[in-house]
């Protein structure tokens, strides 16, 4: 026995024709407005870090603006250590997500005030590698630039300063740090064990709140990877826990993009 279909349900087979036969564009397959990506190597740093910082100016108006970074290299293991960071005007960093199974790293913004700013793409591998940045919803300017402008890298960091931890033992560093917009560094190397507990802290003085999180602390492992970030548990206390994955010596590094401004700080590194 036939059965007539109903209204509602050649409605759903003329959807389900759709999804199979129609054409599937994937959201990786956009195309900058206009806009020529830049392309450039950045050499590896494990210790320190090598970056690339960039300008953007944002129009305002809530204009929906994707940064999408790509690595040319394909060294699967080296861009773990690779990736994109966005700073807010006056605010802290936003970390790009990886997207189409690693693919891609892919930030967006949309705010309704003008401003500039600031990209920064990060290698902590030790292999340089070459990527493709790209602006997604700028028009882009004469020269096809999307009103990418380059920016003065922040000058090299100092060589990691030793710090040396006896078994159970906790050691207390403080400092101060003058802000850049491409970010100021300073930074500790210890040696830890694989399977040691290890807490880290950091207390600072007040700053000016409209800076947000351009302040805080990371820890790199052995291999340049991320170990350790610090979290803010109450204003001006930053606190983590982890437990080292390989034994030789972690980077502890304190960092301070609100330009212009001095972060007085003391760190408890806690075995």
Partial sequence: MLLKPSRWGLAVLLLLATMV???????????PMGAAPIEATLRGNPYSGAVHTYQ??????????LFRLRSLTGDVVAE????LMLYRPYAG????????????????????????LTVQVYNYSRKAITYELAVIGLAADADGSASLLSEPVAPEPPAPAEV???????????????GNRAGSFAEYRFSAVAGEDLTITMDNLPIDPAFGRAIGYRVYGPDGSLAAKGVEMRPHHWWDTFVAKHTGDYVLQVHNYAPGVTLTYTLNIER
């Fill in 80 to 83: 773990q250590a690779f990736g």
């Fill in 93 to 116: 960093p936003l970390e790009a997500g990886v997207t189409a199974g690693g693919a891609y790293r892919e930030v967006g913004y949309s705010r309704p005030d003008a401003g500039l």
């Fill in 56 to 65: 953007v100016a944002y129009p305002g108006g809530n204009t929906s603006v």
């Fill in 21 to 31: 036969i129609g054409p599937a564009i994937a959201a990786e397959e956009a195309q």
């Fill in 164 to 178: 040396s931890l006896s078994e159970d033992s906790t050691i207390s560093l403080q400092g101060a740090l003058a």
